[in-house]
């Protein structure tokens, strides 16, 4: 059986910088691992934003050396997401794994 690899960090919230691309600033987030894909919690937003893993790409590819993880999204041009630590870059590189090449 096979099994879906963001299951295994599912439920684990890392805190993040968004920035939408289109202000200056940048707001606090939380970024989840779903099956869907990256869930992008926003304060003052009921839902999260889904990044799904297929349409995120890097700007250096991912390894099990990266120390954070600045992310875009093919659909959302300009917004970028920006994750500090080891732990969330590995995950990542797991679930979507076209941002290690």
Same mark, same amino acid.
């Given at each position: 059986m096979h099994s879906?690899?963001?299951e295994k960090f599912a439920g684990r919230r890392f805190p993040g910088r968004f920035s939408d691309g289109t202000s200056a600033g940048t707001q606090t987030v939380d970024a989840e691992f779903s099956q869907? &894909?990256?869930l992008i919690f926003r304060s003052g937003s009921?839902? *999260?934003m889904i990044w799904p893993?297929?349409?995120?790409?890097t700007a250096e590819p991912l390894s099990?050396?990266?120390i954070d993880a600045l992310v875009t999204y093919q659909y959302q041009p300009g917004a970028s997401l920006?994750?500090?630590g &080891?732990?969330?870059?590995?995950?990542?590189?797991?679930?979507? *794994?076209?941002?290690t090449a």
């Open positions: 879906d690899p963001a869907r &894909g990256l009921e839902e *999260p893993y297929g349409a995120l790409s099990a050396h990266s920006f994750v500090q &080891g732990p969330f870059a590995r995950a990542l590189a797991e679930v979507a *794994p076209q941002l």
